[in-house]
């Protein structure tokens, strides 16, 4: 082991002496200003015309060895030491004629042959570098394609997998699922397509006997359909079919009315059709016509007296309802003719044949206002229609409604 170490020094002495010698040889041209050290910057000689010429050597401001290699007549050529352009501790690469050939070399570059061979050497490594790349990136492109066109199968066979069960329950109807069966036969969800498929076949008297009642779309056929399958699965829409035949009238009525947009044509919406599917819409209507002409009721007063002498049933129930609206201004606003109104809502019901509605009426009122002034009210309104409409046993009826509740 010494003699080993011994070895080493005596080797490292000898490089440091050529070192020393070599540039022992050239004279220093330049050097770095005092106040960086001022040691040696450049060391080279001269041709006759003052061009760079042999050996060349330059230096940190450390004095350690920057660049080392040689001129001939200004250019540069054969091996060169430079470890700024390598930013390492050691760099050698070859020029031939000013151009470097190769770089980067971690020993000295002894020819011009040597530099080429090093390039040959080099780009072969290159390419095969290259080479390995471009398979790495081939089979990497291969398995992502194979994941696409796996993620791609299996995303289209759940989107025909949904679509067929889908059409299938809502058509009731095996060839969806007989068509995702072929296309896809090795599927995860063949158990499900034959299940459902057996499940349609099953049902299938059911559906054709729902088929028919929706083609002949009446009442009668869709009672049919309930009588021979009273629990069959398409029971909801057959209901669903009778209701809407029921419906239509009603719609079609209300349609009419609002085309026509009328306080007349709006009741007779509500007589015709008093619990109808619009009711709440026409009252509504009414009610905001009411309010937009609370402050003068006196057309709409006269309006329901002429309903009261018209003398018919439509009639007498033409004007409750508008009596019934203005009353349901009362929270809101505080008039007299409120009190009337009332009289007039007895008057109808009593020609209506309904004596205990009238007399409920009277006694409800009659307690909310003062009965003596309300009695007289009444008296005045009963002898306006008294022998031009017709009241059911007027006298005693009277007796009846006027009576004083308990």
Same mark, same amino acid.
């Given at each position: 082991?010494?003699?080993?170490?011994?070895?080493?020094?005596?080797?490292?002495?000898?490089?440091?002496?050529?070192?020393?010698?070599?540039?022992?040889?050239?004279?220093?041209?330049?050097?770095?200003?005092?106040?960086?050290?001022?040691?040696? $910057? !450049? %060391?080279? /000689?001269? &041709?006759?015309?003052?061009?760079?010429?042999?050996?060349?050597? #330059?230096? =940190?401001?450390?004095?350690?060895?920057?660049?080392?290699?040689?001129?001939?007549?200004?250019?540069?050529?054969?091996?060169?030491?430079?470890?700024?352009?390598?930013?390492?501790?050691?760099?050698?690469?070859?020029?031939?004629?000013?151009?470097?050939?190769?770089?980067?070399?971690?020993?000295?570059?002894?020819?011009?042959?040597?530099?080429?061979?090093?390039?040959?050497?080099?780009?072969?490594?290159?390419?095969?570098?290259?080479?390995?790349?471009? $398979? !790495? %990136?081939? /089979?990497? &492109?291969?398995?992502?394609?194979?994941?696409?066109?796996?993620? #791609?199968? =299996?995303?289209?066979?759940?989107?025909?997998?949904?679509?067929?069960?889908?059409?299938?329950?809502?058509?009731?109807?095996?060839?969806?699922?007989?068509?995702?069966?072929?296309?896809?036969?090795?599927?995860?969800?063949?158990?499900?397509?034959?299940?459902?498929?057996?499940?349609?076949?099953?049902?299938?008297?059911?559906?054709?006997?729902?088929?028919?009642?929706?083609?002949?779309?009446?009442?009668?056929?869709?009672?049919?359909?309930?009588?021979?399958?009273?629990?069959?699965?398409?029971?909801?829409?057959?209901?669903?079919?009778?209701?809407?035949?029921?419906?239509?009238?009603?719609?079609?009525?209300?349609?009419?009315?609002?085309?026509?947009?009328?306080?007349?044509?709006?009741?007779?919406?509500?007589?015709?059709?008093?619990?109808?599917?619009?009711?709440?819409?026409?009252?509504?209507?009414?009610?905001?016509?009411?309010?937009?002409?609370?402050?003068?009721?006196?057309?709409?007063?006269?309006?329901?007296?002429?309903?009261?002498?018209?003398?018919?049933?439509?009639?007498?129930?033409?004007?409750?309802?508008?009596?019934?609206?203005?009353?349901?201004?009362?929270?809101?606003?505080?008039?007299?003719?409120?009190?009337?109104?009332?009289?007039?809502?007895?008057?109808?019901?009593?020609?209506?044949?309904?004596?205990?509605?009238?007399?409920?009426?009277?006694?409800?009122?009659?307690?909310?206002?003062?009965?003596?002034?309300?009695?007289?009210?009444?008296?005045?309104?009963?002898?306006?229609?008294?022998?031009?409409?017709?009241?059911?046993?007027?006298?005693?009826?009277?007796?009846?409604?006027?009576?004083?509740?308990?």
């Amino acid at each position: 082991m010494k003699v080993i170490i011994q070895f080493a020094i005596a080797t490292l002495l000898v490089l440091l002496l050529k070192v020393n010698s070599y540039s022992q040889e050239l004279p220093c041209k330049s050097y770095y200003p005092r106040e960086q050290g001022g040691r040696c $910057k !450049e %060391r080279y /000689k001269e &041709d006759e015309n003052g061009l760079i010429h042999g050996k060349y050597i #330059s230096y =940190e401001k450390d004095g350690s060895v920057e660049t080392r290699g040689s001129f001939v007549h200004g250019v540069k050529q054969g091996n060169w030491y430079d470890r700024s352009f390598f930013d390492g501790p050691i760099g050698y690469r070859w020029y031939e004629n000013g151009s470097w050939v190769i770089a980067g070399n971690d020993q000295p570059i002894s020819s011009y042959t040597e530099a080429q061979k090093l390039v040959r050497e080099y780009q072969k490594e290159e390419t095969q570098r290259e080479e390995k790349k471009r $398979k !790495e %990136r081939a /089979k990497q &492109d291969s398995i992502e394609h194979e994941n696409t066109v796996k993620l #791609s199968r =299996e995303s289209r066979e759940l989107d025909m997998w949904n679509e067929a069960i889908r059409k299938s329950k809502d058509e009731m109807n095996p060839v969806y699922l007989e068509n995702y069966m072929r296309e896809f036969p090795n599927s995860r969800y063949i158990s499900m397509a034959k299940a459902q498929i057996r499940k349609i076949e099953s049902m299938k008297p059911d559906n054709d006997a729902f088929q028919i009642a929706t083609q002949t779309n009446s009442i009668d056929g869709y009672n049919r359909y309930l009588k021979d399958f009273p629990n069959g699965i398409h029971r909801n829409d057959a209901e669903s079919g009778i209701k809407i035949i029921k419906d239509k009238p009603d719609h079609e009525a209300f349609q009419a009315a609002s085309k026509k947009n009328t306080t007349d044509d709006y009741l007779n919406y509500l007589i015709e059709y008093p619990e109808g599917i619009h009711k709440n819409e026409v009252v509504a209507v009414l009610q905001e016509y009411m309010i937009n002409n609370v402050q003068n009721l006196e057309p709409i007063r006269d309006g329901i007296e002429a309903d009261i002498f018209s003398n018919s049933k439509n009639g007498f129930i033409k004007a409750f309802i508008k009596c019934q609206l203005i009353m349901s201004l009362q929270g809101r606003y505080n008039l007299q003719e409120f009190s009337v109104v009332t009289m007039y809502m007895i008057i109808c019901k009593w020609a209506l044949d309904d004596v205990e509605g009238a007399r409920e009426i009277f006694s409800e009122q009659g307690k909310r206002y003062q009965r003596e002034a309300y009695n007289k009210g009444f008296d005045s309104v009963y002898k306006l229609f008294k022998k031009k409409i017709t009241l059911p046993d007027e006298k005693a009826n009277y007796k009846v409604i006027t009576s004083k509740a308990d």
